[in-house]
């Protein structure tokens, strides 16, 4: 056994001892910590998944700081991820896998980055930028990472553990705050939370649909129905139509459609009925249901912004404004705009990626965001054994959902981007026998 063999458990017995030394000289809950974060380093350093799977698990309840500095427990995991994975990559002499989607990717944020040159507010943007670049190394390491159909499974197990991890926390911040929102902690954006509680079901249907194991089937069955409480509470309607949307793809490739139509029915219909039941069911939840057709909202209208959207696209058709500066030019507009609200909030999120694409890059960036959904999106031609149902499923759900959420600077969507690209390049041993869901 070379080097290579013998690395992890040398990694492992001297990360070990690093922690020893930490028990002895810090409080044990740090000191545990600190063993659980070492071991699992030590797994990311042999099998990346590991670390993937880490992130996968924490996408619920991203946004929580763990320093003084303010950096999220995620970053921070993602960071030690990375940082691993090319670790991983030098030692065992791995190639980068880079595909067109990556590249489509690349030339989008290479052009917000370009739109720096005429962005009036750079100290707004810079970081945002930043983030944008860091999201772009992670959906690089994702397709790299997952090799296999069990890898893939993997990680579609790990965003459904965390979400179900996540569901206590966000239903009683729900049920103990008369105005809230469901989600992890208070400080978190709910839109972001029901999107990834949305992507967990998603990986719940299709764990239940692929797996082998009838417990591990009904289990993740039962898991996508339990998040379907927290999706609902979390009052995103944005992710709502996403998910409606990805449902109707899967029921579109479900040979026994009328089985799962009715199973899907059966589920909302509890859910609806539980909520009212256990008393989840408030006056905000009511109202937001009612007003989702119109898209009203209390304070604004967002079809209000995206009128505002449009008049910033139509001064600036080409280039756009520049990358993160729809929210600093808003306030100007929203005085030269007929017909809308006169709210008195200064700055708004676009709330949707193609109006904030628009206004922010113009025509050269709604081209770019299109050959990226292009290039993601299955066609004939994939290799033998694709099984293209859950990538269409994703990318139906993200390109639906982004109508109504400015989510380019989410994880959720560019690992969904990812996951999509990757179930379409598995080989046919891994894939299994390209059977449609059932």
């Not at 989702?292 to 404004?321: C, E, K, T, Y």
């Not at 759900?397 to 994880?411: C, D, N, R, V």
């Amino acid at each position: 056994m070379g080097f290579r063999g013998k690395f992890v458990p040398v990694s492992l017995v001297g990360l070990s001892l690093a922690a020893a030394l930490t028990v002895a000289y810090f409080p044990l809950n740090l000191a545990a910590g600190a063993l659980a974060a070492v071991v699992l380093l030590a797994l990311t350093l042999y099998r990346p998944i590991w670390g993937l799977m880490a992130l996968c698990v924490l996408i619920p309840v991203e946004g929580i700081a763990v320093s003084s500095r303010g950096i999220t427990e995620i970053r921070l995991a993602g960071m030690g991820v990375f940082a691993a994975w090319v670790i991983h990559m030098l030692i065992y002499g791995k190639p980068l896998r880079v595909n067109q989607t990556f590249w489509a990717a690349a030339g989008f944020v290479a052009w917000a980055g370009i739109s720096f040159l005429w962005a009036n507010d750079l100290d707004f943007a810079a970081p945002r930028y930043g983030t944008l670049v860091q999201l772009l190394l992670m959906f690089l390491m994702t397709i790299n990472i997952i090799e296999s159909e069990r890898d893939f499974r993997l990680v579609m197990g790990s965003l459904l553990l965390g979400a179900v991890g996540s569901t206590g926390l966000s239903i009683h911040l729900f049920v103990t705050n008369v105005f809230e929102r469901a989600r992890a902690f208070e400080a978190q954006n709910p839109n972001a939370y029901a999107i990834a509680v949305a992507l967990a079901i998603i990986a719940g249907i299709y764990l239940a649909t692929s797996l082998k194991n009838r417990w591990l089937k009904l289990l993740s069955a039962l898991a996508a129905v339990y998040l379907s409480f927290p999706l609902l509470l979390a009052q995103s309607r944005s992710a709502w139509l996403g998910m409606a949307a990805a449902l109707a793809v899967f029921l579109w490739h479900s040979k026994k459609r009328l089985r799962n139509m009715l199973i899907i029915a059966v589920a909302v219909a509890a859910t609806v009925t539980g909520a009212f039941s256990l008393g989840l069911v408030k006056v905000t939840l009511i109202q937001r249901t009612s007003e989702m057709v119109s898209l009203v909202r209390q304070d604004s209208r967002r079809s209000d912004i995206w009128r505002v959207a449009v008049n910033v696209f139509l001064d600036h058709p080409v280039a756009g404004v520049g990358f993160m500066q729809f929210p600093r030019v808003y306030n100007r507009y929203r005085y030269t705009t007929q017909g809308i609200k006169r709210d008195m909030v200064p700055t708004r999120d676009p709330h949707s990626i193609y109006f904030g694409v628009a206004a922010e890059l113009g025509i050269i960036g709604l081209a770019l965001l299109g050959m990226l959904f292009w290039k993601a999106w299955p066609r004939a031609g994939l290799p033998p054994g694709a099984n293209p149902w859950i990538s269409l499923v994703l990318l139906v759900f993200i390109l639906t959902s982004s109508i109504g959420l400015a989510q380019m600077g989410e994880k959720s969507f560019w690992l969904v981007l990812a996951l999509a690209v990757t179930a379409q390049s598995l080989p046919r041993d891994r894939m299994g026998d390209n059977r449609e869901p059932e």
